[in-house]
């Protein structure tokens, strides 16, 4: 298997350290075993199941559970906002930089993945 990446030497808020640089996913192998195909067949089952099952008004939901993901995967790489405060920079089209714009960036970058993978096939340069 080929390595999934390389680490770099930085300096980050002027200390060094070391950066893990992921290998593209266009210069990887992504071939799935027949297990591996099967798991996902599964899932894939059982997410059409979820949306055939879940109410004709199910729209606000998806969007809390998408803005609740995005916080919280903010949150995972260091950058915390309230929610207030992010959903006030989701109106505010200044550019001004700060915590919440930048969660709020990242939440509208997430809903034109979702937008985009609805009109077609995902792809390389989509991701």
């Not at 207030?84 to 034109?112: H, K, Q, R, T």
């Amino acid at each position: 298997m080929e390595p999934a990446g390389v680490e770099v030497p930085i300096v980050w808020r002027g200390r060094r350290a070391r950066a893990f640089v992921p290998t593209r996913l266009d210069d990887r192998d992504l071939w799935l075993d027949a297990r591996t195909v099967a798991e996902a067949a599964r899932a894939h089952a059982a997410v059409e199941h979820g949306a055939e099952t879940m109410p004709e008004d199910f729209a606000a939901l998806a969007r809390l559970l998408l803005r609740a993901e995005g916080v919280a995967s903010s949150f995972i790489e260091g950058v915390t906002a309230p929610v207030v405060d992010i959903v006030l920079a989701e109106a505010d089209e200044s550019g001004v930089p700060s915590a919440a714009a930048w969660v709020a960036a990242n939440l509208a970058a997430v809903a034109e993945a979702v937008e985009e993978a609805h009109v077609g096939p995902l792809t390389v340069k989509s991701l």
